[in-house]
């Protein structure tokens, strides 16, 4: 079986530290202490992934899914998105910069 992820194109996807601070500790659910402990790590590690310094690593997924009950493969699927979403950014800034040196290159 074959699955598939479609990464937007119109905008950008939610990182998943937006969602994590949109669903969990902007609506009082949880501290980012309260989650650090519940996830067994520092909390510079819970600030990194809400600030988006750190991504979602397989590890972290599950250790996610064990906080939060949201699966693993939520996580990993929102970093792949995010990840992909940030490629293609930085391939079609690239394709505009070798165009726009291409069309101010003085003709010889």
């Given at each position: 079986?074959?699955?598939?992820?479609?990464?937007?194109?119109?905008?950008?996807?939610?990182?998943?530290?937006?969602?994590?601070?949109?669903?969990f500790?902007?609506t009082?659910?949880?501290?980012?202490?309260?989650?650090?402990?519940?996830?067994?790590?520092?909390?510079?590690?819970?600030?990194?992934?809400?600030?988006?310094?750190?991504?979602?690593?397989?590890?972290?997924?599950?250790?996610?899914?064990?906080?939060?009950?949201?699966?693993?493969?939520?996580?990993?699927?929102?970093?792949?998105?995010?990840?992909?979403?940030?490629?293609?950014?930085?391939?079609?800034?690239?394709?505009?910069?070798?165009?726009?040196?291409?069309?101010k290159?003085?003709?010889?």
């Open positions: 079986m074959i699955l598939s992820v479609r990464v937007p194109t119109s905008q950008p996807p939610e990182r998943p530290g937006q969602i994590l601070r949109e669903e500790i902007k009082g659910r949880l501290t980012q202490a309260a989650l650090a402990q519940r996830m067994g790590v520092p909390v510079g590690k819970v600030r990194g992934i809400l600030s988006g310094e750190e991504g979602i690593t397989a590890e972290t997924a599950l250790l996610l899914e064990a906080a939060l009950g949201v699966e693993a493969e939520f996580w990993i699927r929102a970093q792949f998105v995010w990840d992909c979403y940030r490629l293609r950014e930085v391939e079609r800034r690239t394709a505009v910069l070798e165009h726009e040196v291409k069309t290159r003085p003709k010889s």
